[in-house]
C-alpha cells in the first residue's frame, strides 16, 4: 500500500513529463562553464587588461607551451565535471590526465632549466610577477567555480567532496588559460609552478566548499 | 526470462522518450522498491520518515534524470541516488540529535548509519551473484516472501528456487571467505 501523497506526486510528475535530449547532460555542461567562461574573460579584460604584445608574443613558442598547457588542463577539467555530474561517476580518468600533464610540465621546466646558466635559475622561477599569479588565476576561477556549482547542482553527483573537487580542478585551468591572455612570462619552470599552484587551489577550495554547496 | 533491470530499464527508456503511461509504471513500481529499502534501513523511531525518503528520491528521480546513461544498469542508477537520500537524511538527522550532547540518540543515529553501510555490503555481495538468483535470494531473505510466491511468479517450482537460492548463498559464502583470506595477506 502506498499512501496517498505518493500517488498524488507520481500522478503529478507523470503528467509533467517531456521527453529529454540524450545531450541534455553535455548541453547544461557546455551552457555554464561556457557563460561562466565568459564572465571570467570579462572579469580579465576589465581588471587586468590583454597583455599589449599579444600580436608578437603569438608567434612566440612559449606562448603557445602556455596555451597549450592550459588548454589540456581545462579539457580535462570540463570532462570531469561531466563525468562526476552522474550518480556512481568517476574522475579517475580525469584526475590521471591532469596529473600526467602536470608532469610533463614539470620534465619541460626541468629541462629548460638545464639548458640556462645557474645564475639565471631564480629569475626563471620568480619572473616578475611570482606575487600576483596565483592569487590572479585562483580570483579569476570564482566566476567559473559559480558556473560549475550551478551545473553540478542541476545534475547528480553523489560524492559531493570529489563533485567539488572536479568543479574547483575545471574553474581553475580555465581559469589559467584565460590568465594566460594577460601573463607575459615566458619561462617554463615559471608557469609549472605558479599556474600550476593556481589550478589545484583553485580545486582544494572546490572540495572544501562543494560538500556544503552541492548538496540536494 | 523476467528480471527487475530488464523491466524496469525498458520502462525508464520509454519514460525518457516522453511516454507518460509507461513512467507512471514505472514510478509506481521504483515506490515500492524504494519503500522496501527505505524502511528496512531506518531506525524504528524514524520509520514515518520512509516515505518522505520515498517521495524525496522519486523526485530527484524526476528532476535529475537526464543522468542516465542508457548503457548503464537502470537499478545501480537508482540505487546510488535511493543511497545518497538516504546518507544525506542520516547526515541531517544526526545533526539535529547531536545538539543535546548527552543524548543517547547520537550513538543510536550512528549505529544507523554502521547498519545501513552493512546492508550496502549485503547488496553489493549480492551482485556477485548470476542476476537470476540474486533476485531469487532478495525476494525471500530481503524481502521475506515466501519459496512458494517466488515460485509462483517467476513460473519455476519450488525446489528449483530452493536449489538456486541455496546454490547462490554457497557461492557468496565462497566469495566471502575469499575477501577474508584476501584481507589476512
Same mark, same amino acid.
Given at each position: 500500500?502506498?499512501?496517498?501523497?505518493?500517488?498524488?506526486?507520481?500522478?503529478?510528475? =507523470?503528467?509533467?513529463?517531456?521527453?529529454?535530449? %540524450?545531450?541534455?547532460?553535455?548541453?547544461?555542461?557546455?551552457?555554464?562553464?561556457?557563460?561562466?567562461?565568459?564572465?571570467?574573460?570579462? #572579469?580579465?579584460?576589465?581588471?587586468?587588461?590583454?597583455?599589449?604584445?599579444?600580436?608578437? =608574443?603569438? /608567434?612566440?613558442?612559449?606562448?603557445?607551451?602556455?596555451? /597549450? +598547457?592550459?588548454?589540456?588542463? &581545462?579539457?580535462?577539467?570540463?570532462?570531469?565535471?561531466?563525468?562526476?555530474?552522474?550518480?556512481?561517476?568517476?574522475?579517475?580518468?580525469?584526475?590521471?590526465?591532469?596529473?600526467?600533464?602536470?608532469?610533463?610540465?614539470?620534465?619541460?621546466? #626541468?629541462? @629548460?632549466?638545464?639548458?640556462?646558466?645557474?645564475?639565471?635559475?631564480?629569475?626563471?622561477?620568480?619572473?616578475?610577477?611570482?606575487?600576483?599569479?596565483?592569487?590572479?588565476?585562483?580570483?579569476?576561477?570564482?566566476?567559473?567555480?559559480?558556473?560549475?556549482?550551478?551545473?553540478?547542482?542541476?545534475?547528480?553527483?553523489?560524492?559531493?567532496?570529489? &563533485?567539488?573537487?572536479?568543479?574547483?580542478?575545471?574553474?581553475?585551468?580555465?581559469?589559467?588559460?584565460?590568465?594566460? *591572455?594577460?601573463?607575459?612570462?615566458?619561462?617554463?619552470? *615559471?608557469?609549472?609552478?605558479? +599556474?600550476?599552484?593556481?589550478?589545484?587551489?583553485?580545486?582544494?577550495?572546490?572540495?572544501?566548499?562543494?560538500? +556544503?554547496?552541492?548538496?540536494? | 526470462?523476467? $528480471?527487475?533491470?530488464?523491466?524496469?530499464?525498458?520502462?525508464?527508456?520509454?519514460?525518457?522518450?516522453?511516454?507518460?503511461?509507461?513512467?507512471?509504471?514505472?514510478?509506481?513500481?521504483?515506490?515500492?522498491?524504494?519503500?522496501?529499502?527505505?524502511?528496512?534501513?531506518?531506525?524504528?523511531?524514524?520509520?514515518?520518515?520512509? !516515505? !518522505?525518503?520515498? @517521495?524525496?528520491?522519486?523526485?530527484?528521480?524526476?528532476?535529475?534524470?537526464? /543522468? +542516465?546513461?542508457?548503457?548503464?544498469? *537502470?537499478? &545501480?542508477?537508482?540505487?546510488?541516488?535511493?543511497?545518497?537520500?538516504?546518507?544525506?537524511?542520516?547526515? %541531517?538527522? %544526526?545533526?539535529?540529535?547531536?545538539?543535546?550532547?548527552?543524548?543517547?540518540?547520537?550513538? *543510536?543515529? @550512528? !549505529? @544507523?548509519?554502521? =547498519?545501513?553501510?552493512?546492508?550496502?555490503?549485503?547488496?553489493? #555481495?549480492?551482485? $556477485?551473484?548470476?542476476? %537470476?538468483?540474486?533476485?531469487?535470494?532478495?525476494?525471500?531473505?530481503?524481502?521475506?516472501?515466501?519459496?512458494?510466491?517466488?515460485?509462483?511468479?517467476?513460473?519455476?517450482?519450488?525446489?528449483?528456487?530452493?536449489? $538456486?537460492?541455496?546454490?547462490?548463498?554457497?557461492?557468496?559464502? &565462497?566469495?566471502?571467505?575469499?575477501?577474508?583470506?584476501?584481507?589476512?595477506?
Amino acid at each position: 500500500m502506498q499512501p496517498m501523497m505518493t500517488n498524488d506526486l507520481i500522478a503529478r510528475l =507523470a503528467g509533467e513529463l517531456k521527453p529529454v535530449s %540524450r545531450l541534455a547532460v553535455i548541453r547544461r555542461v557546455v551552457t555554464g562553464l561556457g557563460l561562466s567562461l565568459i564572465a571570467s574573460a570579462l #572579469l580579465m579584460w576589465w581588471w587586468l587588461g590583454m597583455r599589449p604584445d599579444l600580436a608578437e =608574443a603569438s /608567434t612566440t613558442m612559449m606562448f603557445w607551451s602556455k596555451f /597549450t +598547457y592550459t588548454l589540456i588542463l &581545462a579539457a580535462a577539467g570540463a570532462w570531469a565535471v561531466k563525468r562526476i555530474a552522474h550518480p556512481l561517476g568517476s574522475i579517475r580518468v580525469n584526475i590521471g590526465l591532469i596529473a600526467a600533464t602536470i608532469v610533463v610540465m614539470i620534465i619541460l621546466a #626541468l629541462v @629548460q632549466l638545464a639548458l640556462t646558466p645557474p645564475e639565471e635559475y631564480m629569475a626563471m622561477l620568480k619572473g616578475h610577477t611570482i606575487r600576483v599569479c596565483t592569487f590572479n588565476i585562483v580570483v579569476l576561477s570564482l566566476p567559473l567555480l559559480i558556473g560549475a556549482f550551478w551545473v553540478l547542482r542541476g545534475l547528480a553527483p553523489t560524492r559531493l567532496t570529489v &563533485a567539488g573537487a572536479a568543479a574547483g580542478l575545471a574553474a581553475g585551468s580555465i581559469a589559467s588559460f584565460v590568465y594566460s *591572455f594577460h601573463c607575459d612570462e615566458s619561462a617554463m619552470p *615559471f608557469v609549472a609552478i605558479w +599556474y600550476t599552484l593556481g589550478v589545484l587551489v583553485a580545486g582544494l577550495i572546490g572540495a572544501i566548499t562543494g560538500r +556544503y554547496i552541492l548538496r540536494w | 526470462m523476467h $528480471s527487475v533491470e530488464t523491466r524496469l530499464k525498458a520502462l525508464m527508456l520509454a519514460s525518457l522518450a516522453g511516454d507518460a503511461r509507461s513512467y507512471g509504471v514505472l514510478l509506481n513500481d521504483v515506490a515500492r522498491h524504494l519503500r522496501i529499502y527505505f524502511l528496512r534501513r531506518l531506525a524504528d523511531a524514524h520509520k514515518g520518515d520512509a !516515505d !518522505d525518503l520515498v @517521495q524525496e528520491t522519486l523526485m530527484a528521480l524526476h528532476t535529475r534524470r537526464a /543522468t +542516465y546513461e542508457v548503457d548503464r544498469p *537502470f537499478t &545501480a542508477w537508482l540505487h546510488a541516488i535511493a543511497r545518497y537520500k538516504l546518507i544525506d537524511h542520516f547526515r %541531517r538527522n %544526526r545533526i539535529r540529535v547531536t545538539v543535546p550532547l548527552d543524548d543517547a540518540e547520537d550513538l *543510536f543515529a @550512528q !549505529d @544507523q548509519s554502521d =547498519a545501513a553501510a552493512d546492508r550496502m555490503d549485503v547488496e553489493r #555481495l549480492l551482485q $556477485s551473484a548470476p542476476e %537470476r538468483t540474486r533476485e531469487l535470494i532478495y525476494r525471500t531473505k530481503i524481502e521475506g516472501q515466501s519459496i512458494a510466491e517466488v515460485a509462483e511468479s517467476t513460473g519455476l517450482s519450488e525446489t528449483s528456487v530452493k536449489v $538456486s537460492i541455496h546454490r547462490g548463498i554457497r557461492a557468496i559464502t &565462497a566469495r566471502l571467505k575469499g575477501h577474508a583470506a584476501n584481507d589476512d595477506k
